[in-house]
């Protein structure tokens, strides 16, 4: 009997003792990924039980930080940067109070109220910045004033996930500080017609439309399609964000917080070919954009790549 009772307990020992190592190599692993973080000027009390990154088709890095609070676990901050350290996107969930309120970068150009410094990037292996800058609770009306949070900190990642890249960057390059990325296509149906446009967004303020296209643009046969202001065809609409910083939504267009151009020129649809199972097109833009009869911009053969 009393070999039996030693038996037990030599399993049971054994068994917590397995049950500290794994607890003990999870925390080691969770230690390689810190994040530190003020709010307002004070340090977060918030209770960070993970800090994820990962690195996604050759361009965009993600860092999830998740905090838990009365049992509920869910993302603490969460920011989109691009592989050479610009900001695309924010998201911080201030769970201090009883409700939860959500901020978010500025529309348009994320940039203009947060800093990203000392910013170093090797893939898969390192992953280093500083943030500081004002965050938006999101507006539903724009007659609501801006209700904001100041934000300060640091991350270092050593440990990323893996992510698999399953889609195709679309990207249109007017020059070297006009980049768009992540083209969206859009059908627009009416009653009375149905049309197709490609529209992007700058992370420095700027939004590009190429519009009225009667079909998917790898479906266009090869060649040069012109345009000018005043055209109810195919054409390029270009516009200049000039309004103030705050988060309501980046899918609409607020008139007036925009400079629409004046734009004449073609697109020329040069190659068509078939990456990775995708329909892809490449397409050259040569066009103006003058504004109260001043020529702001001439682009040149730029490059616009998309698929289907």
Not at 217 to 243: A, C, I, M, Q
Not at 255 to 276: C, R
Not at 282 to 301: D, R, W
Request: proline residues 2%; contains cysteine; charged residues 20%.
């Amino acid at each position: 009997m009393k070999k039996i009772i030693v038996l037990v307990i030599g399993v049971l020992i054994s068994s917590c003792s397995n049950d500290n190592l794994i607890d003990e190599n999870s925390e080691m692993l969770g230690n390689l990924n810190k994040v530190e973080l003020k709010i307002n000027g004070v340090n977060s009390e918030d209770n960070i039980v993970d800090v994820n990154s990962y690195y996604s088709c050759d361009t965009d890095l993600n860092v999830t930080v998740t905090s838990k609070k009365n049992n509920v676990t869910g993302d603490l901050i969460v920011f989109n940067l691009t592989k050479q350290g610009e900001l695309k996107s924010i998201y911080f969930a201030d769970k201090s109070g009883e409700f939860r309120k959500d901020y978010y970068s500025a529309d348009f150009i994320p940039s203009s109220t947060i800093t990203i410094s000392e910013f170093e990037f090797v893939e898969n292996t390192k992953l280093k910045f500083k943030f500081n800058g004002q965050l938006f609770k999101k507006k539903y009306n724009l007659n609501q004033q801006n209700e904001t949070i100041e934000i300060e900190g640091n991350v270092e990642i050593k440990k990323f996930s893996e992510n698999i890249c399953n889609t195709f960057v679309n990207f249109i390059t007017l020059n070297n500080n006009i980049k768009f990325s992540n083209i969206t296509r859009i059908n627009d149906n009416n009653l009375t017609s149905s049309s197709i446009r490609y529209e992007g967004n700058s992370l420095n303020g700027y939004n590009i439309n190429i519009k009225n296209l009667n079909q998917n643009l790898p479906d266009l046969p090869l060649g040069t399609y012109s345009f000018s202001n005043n055209s109810t065809t195919e054409k390029v609409e270009f516009r200049k964000y000039v309004g103030l910083p705050k988060s309501f939504s980046t899918s609409i267009i607020i008139p007036s917080d925009w400079i629409l151009y004046e734009t004449q020129g073609s697109f020329t649809i040069v190659e068509k070919t078939l990456i990775n199972g995708f329909k892809v097109v490449k397409i050259k833009l040569n066009f103006t954009a003058s504004h109260n009869g001043i020529v702001e911009y001439t682009i040149n053969n730029a490059d616009f790549i998309t698929a289907y």
